[in-house]
Nanobody, 125 residues
Framework: VQLQASGGGMVQAGGSLRLSCAAS????????MGWFRQALGKEREYVAG????????YYANSVKGRFTISRDNARNMVYLQMDSLKPEDTAVYYC???????????????????WGQGTQVTVSS
C-alpha cells in the first residue's frame, strides 16, 4: 500500500488543522492504520489509529479529547482532525499502515511497514 499525507501547516495555539492520508494499492480496510508524529530531537510517537477491519479508534493520552481520527473507506482516506492545538503538538506527522500489527503493539512505530512522507505541523504560542 502507498500512503500520502497532507494538510500540515502553521497555526496558533488553540487553532485547528486537518491532516489527510490517501492510501492506494491495496484494500484499505484490511490494514491497521495509524498516525504518528516526531518532534525535533525526539522519538517518533503514536498519536491515533484504527485496528484492521474495525472502526474502534485509539488515541495517545496526550491528544485524547482534542484529536479525532476518522476514515472514508470508499475513498481510501484517513483523517486526523486536530483541535485545541498546543505548541507541544509541533512535529512532523506521519500516517502508517500494516497488516500484521497486533493490538498490544499498535502504538509501536517500528511495527508498521508502510509510511507516508510526513507533513509538518507547527503550532506557535
Amino acid at each position: 500500500v502507498q500512503l500520502q499525507a497532507s494538510g500540515g501547516g502553521m497555526v496558533q495555539a488553540g487553532g485547528s488543522l486537518r491532516l489527510s492520508c490517501a492510501a492506494s494499492g491495496d484494500t484499505f480496510r484490511s490494514y491497521v492504520m495509524g498516525w504518528f508524529r516526531q518532534a525535533l530531537g525526539k522519538e517518533r510517537e503514536y498519536v491515533a489509529g484504527f485496528r484492521r477491519n474495525d472502526d474502534r479508534t485509539y488515541y495517545a493520552n496526550s491528544v485524547k479529547g482534542r484529536f479525532t481520527i476518522s476514515r472514508d473507506n470508499a475513498r481510501n482516506m484517513v483523517y486526523l482532525q486536530m483541535d485545541s492545538l498546543k505548541p507541544e503538538d509541533t512535529a512532523v506527522y506521519y500516517c502508517a499502515a500494516d497488516k500484521g500489527v497486533i493490538l498490544s503493539a499498535i502504538a509501536i512505530w517500528n511495527q508498521y511497514d508502510y509510511w507516508g512522507q510526513g507533513t509538518q505541523v507547527t503550532v506557535s504560542s
